[in-house]
T-cell receptor, first 115, second 116 residues
Framework: GQQLNQSPQSMFIQEGEDVSMNCTSSSIFNTWLWYKQDPGEGPVLLIALYKAGELTSNGRLTAQFGITRKDSFLNISASIPSDVGIYFCAGPDLNYGGSQGNLIFGKGTKLSVKP | NAGVTQTPKFQVLKTGQSMTLQCAQDMNHNSMYWYRQDPGMGLRLIYYSASEGTTDKGEVPNGYNVSRLNKREFSLRLESAAPSQTSVYFC???????????????FGAGSRLTVL
């Protein structure tokens, strides 16, 4: 079945460091999404990508839609304590409702930042 | 704008008890979803409703029922709770399938359920 592999599972970094995480899919995607979940809250959309090769920034965050359409990357520059949380990649869940609406999620990357 | 509102935020049940998680959205979205989140498992789809009057099973529907009460509200019911249903439950909504942004889900803050 369709799978998303997200790595790393967790990261412990010093404030000010850059962060990189990635996601690979067993299927070709036409959309990649990156969400962040703060402790005790629901996931919030950070960046949406719709085209292979697309590079999109949102402040200190940059995400890329891989050329093969099977992977995506999220980078955070100059991390700060409020970057703490779980970051999820997501793409269309082809098992339920086709390519529109339903999402399949990676298992998340838990980010901890030491001041 | 409240977005997606879930109640209750916390609930403790005994095995065999029933309960309903409520969800309402005020964004005029047509599609609504229920996910569960377990440690190390990410989010898994329980049920979804593509539009008012329709519901469909997701990846992990066993032990749950849903009702799309109207366009705004989508409830999740546990008829006979089991310890395996201890989890954090998230409701989400999105614009109509086929529309631009249909994959962009807006989530509620979650309902943390413990079954003893």
């Amino acid at each position: 079945g369709q799978q998303l592999n997200q790595s790393p599972q967790s990261m412990f970094i010093q404030e000010g460091e850059d962060v990189s995480m990635n996601c690979t899919s067993s299927s070709i995607f036409n959309t990649w999404l990156w969400y962040k979940q703060d402790p005790g809250e629901g996931p919030v959309l950070l960046i949406a990508l719709y085209k292979a090769g697309e590079l999109t920034s949102n402040g200190r965050l940059t995400a890329q839609f891989g050329i093969t359409r099977k992977d995506s990357f999220l980078n955070i520059s100059a991390s700060i304590p409020s970057d703490v949380g779980i970051y999820f990649c997501a793409g269309p869940d082809l098992n339920y409702g086709g390519s529109q609406g339903n999402l399949i999620f990676g298992k998340g990357t838990k980010l901890s930042v030491k001041p | 704008n409240a977005g997606v509102t879930q109640t209750p935020k916390f609930q403790v049940l005994k095995t065999g008890q029933s309960m309903t998680l409520q969800c309402a959205q005020d964004m005029n979205h047509n599609s609504m979803y229920w996910y569960r989140q377990d440690p190390g498992m990410g989010l898994r789809l329980i049920y979804y409703s593509a539009s008012e009057g329709t519901t469909d099973k997701g990846e992990v529907p066993n032990g749950y029922n849903v009702s799309r009460l109207n366009k705004r509200e989508f409830s999740l019911r546990l008829e006979s709770a089991a310890p395996s249903q201890t989890s954090v439950y998230f409701c989400a909504s999105s614009v109509s399938r086929g529309m631009a942004g249909a994959n962009v889900l807006t989530f509620g803050a979650g309902s943390r359920l413990t079954v003893l």
